[in-house]
């Protein structure tokens, strides 16, 4: 195996409405933090992604610099991270189609998000890329040769997948791929909606209310907060029988950082309006400087756009290496630089 160092690679789509506190919670932050213990992390907005499903042009094309001004104003620094964009390097795309051959039919059609984000539609105008959407995932990560691979809950079902696809290429064409790691964390991996519980707070559910956006103005964050469901009790608890209340709980550990007992035995004897008044102020403690950062960012679109060059860049060039060792491997020419 080449690569014995850790490496972090993960991804975020551009939406138009930007980032919600789940993508923070469950990705973002660990980004961050990896930062301080991994010296190559990539980070990617992944904007071949979002064309899984229709998708307006200029749309994507903004929805592309607010992602990157957000990871920034989040504290992704983009000198120590290759901060980039997913199109800018054309391996990502060849190597998806290597992958595409090595791949089963079987095995793209049994993922959750295929199935869920293709409900709805008649099976045969559900868009192709849907299915070959964890294909494009596995060569994000897979061009790099990335080891860790830090998501929410969600994309666990794709990790695997794409670790089955690393051994299935090694196990054809020789050791070239280390087997990425999933890091999900232990809390907040899976933030579910403020108007119901059970379903994964998410970009595309339609309902503004369902989600509380990192662009949010405070009075919105109070008002979402606010009006929140609970579960049917009075007493601030954690666990199965009060699924509403335990995501509130898990919001506030996450903005936080404290654990959810520290967080439980302040609040003790409270009811849930105290519970949500702090939480709101936690909340927009995270957001107020990172929404200040991101407007500053976004006022200066060519400094966004020479720092995404220089990302494509560095990102390009280990991309490529990689390819070209791919193309030995399988057979195919290798051209010259
Ligand atoms: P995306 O853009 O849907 O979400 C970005 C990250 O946020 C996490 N996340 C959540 N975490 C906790 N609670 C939630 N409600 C929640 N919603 C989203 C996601 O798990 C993700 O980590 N396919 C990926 C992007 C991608 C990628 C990759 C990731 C493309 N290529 C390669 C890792 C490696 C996606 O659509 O994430």
């Not at 190559?40 to 071949?48: A, G, M, N």
């Not at 998501?151 to 090694?170: K, T, W």
């Not at 990689?322 to 630089?337: A, C, H, K, M, S």
């Amino acid at each position: 195996m080449r690569t014995a160092m850790a490496r972090v690679f993960s991804g975020v789509q551009p939406t138009g409405e930007g980032p919600h506190i789940g993508n923070y919670i469950g990705a973002f932050r660990h980004w961050v933090d990896l930062q301080k213990t991994h010296e190559e992390c990539f980070y990617c907005v992944v904007d071949l992604h979002a064309m899984t499903l229709p998708w307006d042009p200029k749309a994507l094309k903004e929805g592309v610099r607010r992602t990157a001004a957000t990871l920034i104003a989040t504290g992704i620094d983009p000198e120590r991270s290759v901060l980039f964009v997913q199109s800018d390097v054309a391996e990502h795309t060849q190597l998806t189609w290597v992958l595409t051959c090595l791949a089963r039919m079987g095995e793209l059609e049994r993922m959750t998000q295929f199935k869920e984000k293709g409900r709805g539609n008649e099976r045969d105008s559900v868009p192709a890329g849907l299915l070959a959407y964890p294909l494009l995932m596995a060569a994000d990560v897979l061009v790099y040769r990335a080891t860790h691979v830090p998501v929410g809950e969600d994309q666990r079902q794709h990790l695997e997948l794409m670790r089955d696809l690393a051994i299935r290429f090694n196990s054809r064409f020789g050791d070239t791929f280390p087997v990425p790691d999933a890091v999900i964390g232990r809390q907040g991996a899976r933030i579910m909606s403020l108007d119901d519980p059970t379903q994964k707070m998410s970009k595309s559910s339609g309902r503004p209310a369902s989600t509380l956006g990192m662009l949010d103005p405070p009075n919105v964050v109070r008002k979402k907060i606010a009006r929140a469901v609970t579960d049917s009790g009075r007493e601030v608890r954690y666990g199965q029988d009060s699924p509403a209340v335990s995501n509130l709980l898990d919001i506030f550990s996450g903005v936080t950082g404290r654990s959810v007992a520290e967080l439980m035995a302040d609040l003790e004897g409270q009811g849930y309006a105290p519970l949500k008044a702090a939480l709101a102020e936690a909340v927009l403690a995270v957001l107020t400087p990172f929404q200040a950062r991101y407007t500053e960012l976004m006022g200066d679109p060519a400094q966004l756009d020479e720092l995404l060059d220089r990302g494509a860049k560095r990102a390009q060039s280990f991309a490529a290496d990689t390819f070209r060792e791919v193309r030995e491997r399988i057979g195919l020419r290798v051209p010259p630089r």
